[in-house]
């Protein structure tokens, strides 16, 4: 009966309707399901900006907000706004950042995700809709996530004719962890807005690979712009585009659809990424750019060599065409090592580097080894991030090499390329995750295909005597005679309903457990603000720890307006943004200097660091201590980056194998070496921790040792604040010593320390002279 | 001109009350009223100069340099007590304190009555010292008065100072000599820079313990010129502390006696006189220095092309931000306090007053030339180019010299980097013209070539044209 009513809407246009309507919806609750799964922070702890970068990006989208894209564009750097009518004059109180160099913040950013929260700002104001900018800004990645799901949907579509798989790429994207690390609310990072685009753009560049439309090819170099302006990883796509062209023509591919296609993107896109003042002349300038340039011309000059090779005839072609390419590789090359050596194409950057060879960031780049993300990836984070695709995905590169059509060479390039970038960085993880939805998708989607008709196959040659189901076995075997199995093109399908329901059974099961899986790692891992803790209490109950935000509200309450803050560049954005004070480093780490400059400040003893201190005008040291609360992500397990990093700079002053015991151990207790024990790091670390234990007992819980009974003496600063939890400790630095005396004398005074007398005197009696 | 007839109003205000720059309560620490009596003159030029004078001992328990947090007096004044120990309204810390809350101390020391143990303390703190033992004094064969100790040799006869440096203020200076009886010498050290002698010894006297049975001294504490008999040291917040040699000197008998040096004339001590410079310095009366106005702006935008209307002012004046090559000028009024008003400060020709302009390190060292005078003041300028680099700079004025005030002003000001709108336009630049050229060849010819494309289509034989298709 029901059946029956539905028939109208399952066949002919009606049908294709019903279809389309219903594959919206799916998409739309696909979209609703993404949204959905990414707000356990909200709900758990509050609308907040999480980590570090968000911060920066956050304080800069107020910025942009206030001021208008043009201050925004000539940003150097600030801490907040009077008023907008004239753009220099009262704007410009102090500068926030990199004390006192300043960062011209305008022109180093990516602004396209400050600019896209912008506009959605000023839309929703539009429609009388004032909505916080900083909801905004929490809520971006979510609901960019998708348009992410929507996008692997249109792009899966293209792979292949099962209208199923597009559907099913778009769920997994919408909720697979390895994407969900980087877009829960309140994660404002590039990547929020940066994986929609990469994935849109090569949605648009396959649309226009296949109809050769100069259309689809502008907009694949519009979107590439907005990627550009958006995130770092844009070099990605600069490089997969180009390869993915030049893979096509050693095919023997070339067609003139590719030609359009990549011309236009090309051109088009080169220009696009050159208005970012961040990109400017890179693309032009840069190693990692030059592969699309080269490509460029290759394409041209294969272009050229049809164009020839249909006017020339076949015998002097070929010698022509072999002359042609020794010559053009020969001059390429050599203007390309010439550039390269006379420095107009700038060598390949340190990050780049690390790529290839894993351990050349630690041995030459501490800065960057020295970030967590920037870390090789370790198997389990493979199948943490993305579960049951993570077996599914060869399978789908395998059914691309099936086919193998111009746009699945685009997925096996893609899948091998973000395969071994995944393996070599953690965070880059994120390109791969969507290449693994695509091919699961379109794995899995076959595995349901096949198995989820409820009607038996019935054979191509169907005898319309209705005989044919008999003899299924006997056609076969004709089939086999007759040619090949590969392109006998047989009908395939499953006969016995109990294996197509384990089949399907188990599928589900599967996907069930995926779902499961994802918002567990979703809601144990990745939602974490990390601005604030969680924890349980004995009764199970949960118990905020809030020091972070605590420590800074207390600056912004307590300290004067330019008071400047030195602390280790992890938490400079937080200070600009929560405390709004200046730093002296922070997470743009531009200058390696400076960092290290802080670095050395940290790691030497009071006497050396103090001047360093005045130097930079340094007002207070803030620093952050987890031996109380067992908060393993604290300054002194961070240390020996602040050490390397600054012996990159300071050798002779600084040497990392001091920092360690004779037996080569990193320890804090009673055995560690005088120059760790002297170090203001570890003296500001411990400094009064005693206090809070009987005698003899202090105990640092997260290197689980026991410290020295007598605790490190501070002359050269003194204790401001100290939060609730003891994680964020805040130094002020003591000017100089009123009537002239160095800071220990004066300390050991105020003790009531009397000085002796000096003994007699030994050697020559100096003479004033003056 | 607010601030000109403010600043008049302070000049008058001093004029009326005529006293030093921070106050005129003057605690004077004296053990014996006896002790108060020989000093009668002394008391009064200084209460004449408009001193408030609460003379206390420092057994009474009642004193405190301190109430609610603040300093009870201005300036201090210790006289010798024969006490071992000050006791516990001036123990060194609370001395320290007050110079640290920017109070004046003048300590005087005697020969004949040995040094508290607070204050030699204090004075190690500060690096200055006394000899080790209780006696000694300072001894001079050469130049000793006659009349009154032609014996033990122990009353110097000395010149008033010369300046300190070529480019020092010498506000101890004049005719006349000082007779300075039973004198403790003071060694100061060699590393503090707060330290100045105010009057040194001869080159021929030595510091010597008459009580010492040895014919012969041996590694006397100090000789000659090392000596100082007056000496000051002004911290860093300009609070001053003088110890002064020989209290005897400055006792009614000394200040109108009669010396006659060795092979000399008979003359009057300048003692009073010097007593009077000492303590106008040490109770700042004299070295004051005060800034005044301390602005900077563009040197394009001046005083008369904004008018005198002060809303134009504000806006030009003092912003907090500047642009990499700016020509900027830097205004900074100094007066100077001397005794009862200010006068506008006159830099010697040996010395200079300079700007920097500096993050990290100066960029620029300047020399302030004087650029007008007021009656109380004098504005320096000094007009320059910002440096081709931006960040967070600072216009220094770090003035410290001997003698005077430490002046170090320092204003913050943020230098951008030019804007996307501020580099000349693209014609401006004559090398730009081929690319330009360029540029619109290939758009006219574009969109020529697109013209004669579409109107030169071929005619297509009407028979067969469409089916061609």
């Known amino acids: 009966m029901v059946a029956a009513a539905l028939e109208p809407f399952l066949k002919g246009d009606t049908g294709r309707n019903t279809r389309g309507l219903l594959r919206l919806i799916i998409l739309c609750t696909i979209a609703g399901a993404a949204v959905a799964s990414r707000l356990f922070s909200v709900i758990r702890f509050e609308s907040i900006i999480h980590e570090f970068d968000p911060w920066f990006n ?128 309140g994660s404002y990072d590039n990547e929020a807005i940066a994986i929609f685009l990469l994935v849109f753009t090569f949605y648009l560049w396959i649309k226009a690979v296949k109809n050769g439309s100069a259309m689809w090819g502008a907009l694949t170099a519009l979107f590439y712009g907005y990627m550009v302006s958006a995130w770092g990883g844009y070099v990605f796509i600069t490089n997969l585009l180009p390869l993915h062209a030049f893979v096509l023509i050693c095919m023997g591919r070339y067609s003139p659809r590719l030609y359009v296609s990549y011309s236009t993107w090309f051109a088009l896109g080169t220009l696009a990424s050159m208005q970012i003042p961040f990109v400017g002349f890179l693309p032009i300038r840069s190693s990692e750019h030059m592969s699309a340039l080269g490509v460029f011309g ?49 060598p390949w950057s340190g990050r780049f580097y690390s790529l290839w060879d894993t351990g050349y960031a630690k041995i030459h780049i501490p800065i960057i080894a020295s970030v967590s993300e920037h870390q090789p990836t370790a198997w389990p984070a493979f199948f943490f991030d993305l579960n049951l695709m ?131 790692v979703t809601s144990n891992a990745y939602s974490s603000p990390s601005v604030v803790l969680a924890s349980k209490l004995p009764d199970g109950s949960q118990h905020i720890i809030d020091d972070y935000r605590e420590a800074y509200y207390w600056l912004r309450q307590n300290t004067a307006e330019k008071a400047k803050i030195m602390s280790w560049w992890d938490y400079g954005y937080q200070i600009g943004g929560m405390a709004d004070r200046p730093t002296l480093v922070d997470n743009n780490t531009w200058n390696n200097t400076h960092i290290a400059t802080v670095g050395k400040a940290m790691s030497s003893r009071e006497e050396v660091s103090y001047p360093i201190l005045r130097q930079h005008d340094v007002d207070y040291v803030l620093i952050v201590f987890g031996g109380l609360l067992g908060y393993s992500g604290d300054d002194i397990n961070k ?132 | 001109m607010r601030w000109l007839l403010s600043l008049t109003f302070i000049a008058l205000l001093g004029l009326v009350q005529a006293l030093s720059s921070s106050g005129s309560r003057l605690l004077v620490v004296v053990e014996e009223a006896a002790e108060k009596a020989k000093y009668s003159t002394f008391w009064k030029d200084l209460e004449e100069r408009g001193y408030k004078l609460t003379f206390d001992s420092p057994k009474n328990d009642k004193l405190s340099l301190f109430q609610h947090g603040e300093r009870s007096f201005d300036h201090i004044l210790l006289l010798p007590a024969k006490s071992k120990g000050l006791g516990p309204a001036l123990t060194p810390n609370l001395l320290l304190q007050f110079i640290n809350k920017d109070g004046n101390i003048l300590l005087t020391v005697s020969a004949d009555a040995p040094t508290p143990t607070a204050i030699s303390s204090l004075l190690l703190e500060l690096d200055i010292h006394l000899p080790p033992d209780r006696n000694s004094l300072v001894v001079d064969h050469f130049n000793y008065d006659t009349t009154s100790a032609s014996e033990k040799h122990d009353v110097l006869i000395l010149t008033r100072s010369s300046p300190l440096r070529s480019d020092a203020r010498n506000f101890f200076g004049g005719d006349g000599t000082l007779a300075f009886p039973r004198a403790v010498a003071q060694e100061l050290g060699n590393t503090s820079p707060l330290l100045a002698p105010i009057l040194r010894a001869k080159s021929t006297a030595y510091s010597y313990n008459p009580k010492d049975e040895v014919e012969t001294v041996e590694d006397p504490f100090a000789v000659g010129e090392q000596i100082a008999l007056v000496s000051s040291m002004q911290a860093r917040n300009s609070a001053r502390f003088t110890v002064f040699g020989s209290a005897e000197a400055l006792e009614d008998k000394w200040f109108d006696a009669k010396v006659k040096p060795v092979g000399g004339k008979d003359s009057k001590t300048a003692n009073r006189e010097f007593a009077k410079q000492v303590t106008a310095w040490t109770f700042k009366e004299l070295g004051v220095l005060k800034v005044g106005r301390v602005e900077h702006h563009l040197s394009s935008i001046s005083e008369g092309s904004s008018g005198n209307d002060s809303v134009a002012q504000l806006g030009y004046l003092n912003p907090t931000i500047y642009r990499v090559k700016n020509d900027v000028t830097f205004n900074i009024e100094f007066s100077e306090y001397s005794y009862d008003h200010l006068v506008p400060l006159k830099i010697d020709p040996a010395d200079a007053l300079q700007l920097e302009f500096t993050m990290l390190s100066p960029f620029h060292r300047l020399d302030l030339v004087p650029i007008s005078t007021t009656a109380n003041s004098t504005i320096f300028s000094s007009t320059f180019k910002l440096p081709d680099q931006h960040g967070i700079f600072s216009f220094r004025v770090n003035y410290k010299r001997p003698f005077l005030t430490n002046v170090d002003v320092k204003r913050e000001v943020t230098v951008r980097h030019f804007a996307h709108d501020e580099w000349p336009r693209s014609w401006e630049i004559s090398a730009g013209w081929v690319w330009i050229a360029g540029v619109w060849i290939t758009v006219i010819g574009w969109v020529a070539f697109v013209g004669i494309w579409l109107w030169s289509e071929p005619a297509y034989d009407q028979s067969k044209g469409k089916k061609m298709q």
């Open chain 1, 639 to 770: 240390f020996l980056w602040m050490v390397r990093i600054s012996e990159g700079i300071w050798p002779e002053e600084i040497n990392e194998r001091n920092y360690f015991t004779a037996r080569g151990e990193y320890r804090v207790d009673d055995e560690a070496t005088p120059t760790m024990r002297n170090s203001l790091m570890y003296k500001m670390s411990y400094y009064n921790y005693n206090a809070l234990f009987p005698a003899g007992q202090a105990q640092d819980r997260v290197r689980g040792s026991k410290l020295p009974a007598e605790g490190p003496q501070l002359s050269t600063m003194e204790e401001a604040f100290t939060s609730e939890n003891w994680i964020i400790r805040i130094y002020k630095v003591k000017d100089l010593d009123n009537v002239g005396r160095d800071h220990t004398s004066a300390v050991a005074f105020d003790k009531g320390n009397k000085k002796k007398k000096t003994a007699k005197r030994r050697g020559a009696r100096v003479l004033r002279v003056e």
């Open chain 1, 298 to 346: 290759l394409v041209q000059l294969v272009a050229f060599v049809e164009f020839v090779r249909q006017q020339v005839p076949n015998k002097q072609f070929q010698t022509l065409l072999r002359g042609l390419i020794l010559v053009i590789f020969a001059v390429s090359m050599g203007a390309l090592v010439l550039l390269t050596v006379s420095g107009v194409i700038a």
């Open chain 1, 58 to 185: 956050f304080r800069a989208t107020k910025y942009l907000v206030q001021n208008g894209f043009y201050s925004f564009w000539d940003w150097f750097d600030d801490k907040d706004v009077l008023d907008n009518g004239d753009r220099w004059r009262l704007m410009h109180r102090e500068l926030g950042t990199w004390h006192p160099l300043g960062r011209v913040t305008g022109g180093t950013l990516y602004p396209g995700l400050m600019v896209t929260s912008g506009i959605i700002y000023h839309i929703l104001r539009l429609l009388s809709m004032p909505v916080d900018i900083r909801n905004i800004c929490v809520l971006l990645a979510p609901g960019f996530s998708g348009l992410t799901a929507f996008a692997s949907y249109l792009i899966t579509s293209e792979m292949t004719t099962s209208p199923s798989a597009g559907l099913l790429a778009a769920a997994f994207m919408g909720i697979t962890p390895g994407y969900i690390s980087r877009s829960v609310a």
């Open chain 1, 390 to 520: 993570i077996w599914l995905f060869p399978a789908g590169v395998y059914m691309c090499f099936q086919q193998l059509k111009d746009e699945h060479v685009f997925v096996v390039i893609y899948a091998v390329l973000a395969s071994y970038f995944a393996g070599v960085m953690v965070r880059l993880m994120l390109t791969l995750t969507p290449v693994v939805c695509i091919a699961a998708a379109l794995a899995l989607s076959s595995i349901l295909d096949t198995y989820l008709v409820a009607d038996n196959p019935t054979p191509k040659e169907a005898r319309p005597n209705g005989q044919a189901t008999g003899d299924v076995v006997k056609n076969a075997a004709d089939y086999i005679k007759d040619s090949l199995r590969s392109t006998r093109n047989p009908v395939l399908g499953i006969y016995s309903y109990i294996s197509k329901a384990s089949v399907v059974g188990a599928v589900t099961t599967y996907l069930l457990l995926f779902v499961l899986h994802c918002t567990w």
